[in-house]
């Protein structure tokens, strides 16, 4: 089997149908069905079946896709080993970072890897965690310092930066700040800023109410997307919301209510983390060097 032919055959996958795949990639249709038919032969089996919307994959399709999705990264992993080899070393890090993570942590960083390789580029983007895990799969990201997924066996390799713990926040005049030992029960009739109920977070504080017996939080607002500069909206009002104990919600004139461990455990692990098996540039390994030495 050839390269092209796994590419091939991911982007009838990624397309849903031969035209729209052969237009994609830039070849004829008749020499892409070619292709197809090529590697069903070679496996035995059908890798997709049609339907009124176009092609989808069978079972064993699925199987297959996976897999060839496995070998692309590998080879791709590949052509950047020996790129790096060539020339000494690759100048593009792609680097994401969980919302809920320090700035100063990561911005610092960047900054001393610029100083030092004046022609590195970065590509960065801030995401959610379980985003930034699903990037780093689809081979899109080299590295993202994040927290640590309970999925990390197996899947992603770890280099552990710090032990975290998320924090409820309120602005620092809110009448709760005056208040010790508080419980959950008394931030139940409150307003909430919080991401969509998708979000693990969001279903770990949804759960932590339940198991008191306590409705739901009030949400204000509801978001589906990160970002610090949301704590803004913070300032003066009523609500509350989750941040990082060391995050850039204390920018923001927010600070932790005293909300004890035992109500709400949000205790976690920060890491630098990367495709299991991924190739790491130069450019990467020295990032993971410059976080560690960042935090210490």
Aim: net charge positive; with cysteine; charged share 25%.
């Amino acid at each position: 089997m050839e390269t092209r032919d796994i590419e091939y055959i991911l982007a009838v996958a990624a397309q849903g149908g031969i035209g729209r795949a052969a237009d994609a990639i830039g070849i004829s249709q008749p020499a892409l069905t070619k292709a197809v038919q090529r590697v069903e032969a070679q496996i035995g089996l059908p890798l997709f079946e049609r339907t009124a919307n176009g092609m989808t994959p069978t079972h064993a399709g699925a199987v297959f896709l996976e897999r060839a999705r496995r070998i692309r990264l590998e080879y791709e992993d590949g052509l950047k080993e020996m790129q790096g080899i060539r020339t000494g070393e690759l100048g593009v890090l792609r680097m994401g970072y969980s919302p809920s993570i320090p700035s100063t942590l990561v911005l610092g960083a960047c900054r001393q890897l610029l100083r030092e390789r004046p022609v590195a580029r970065l590509r960065l983007r801030r995401r959610l965690a379980r985003d930034l895990m699903d990037l780093l799969l689809a081979g899109e990201l080299d590295i993202a310092v994040a927290p640590v997924p309970a999925r990390a066996a197996g899947e992603f390799a770890v280099q552990e930066l710090f032990d975290d713990r998320l924090v409820v926040v309120a602005d620092e005049n809110h009448p709760l700040q005056r208040r010790r030992k508080l419980r959950l029960a008394d931030l139940a009739t409150q307003e909430w800023l919080l991401p969509e109920s998708h979000i693990t977070l969001r279903q770990q504080l949804d759960a932590a109410f339940r198991q008191q017996g306590l409705p739901g939080p009030n949400l204000r607002i509801e978001i589906d997307f990160g970002s610090a500069s949301l704590y803004h909206l913070m300032q003066g009002s009523q609500m509350l919301s989750i941040s990082s104990e060391s995050g850039d919600a204390m920018q923001y004139g927010l600070r932790p209510l005293n909300l004890g461990v035992e109500e709400l455990d949000f205790r976690r692990r920060i890491g630098v983390i990367s495709r299991a098996g991924a190739y790491l540039s130069p450019l990467a390994q020295r990032m993971t060097v410059l976080l560690t030495e960042q935090k210490r």
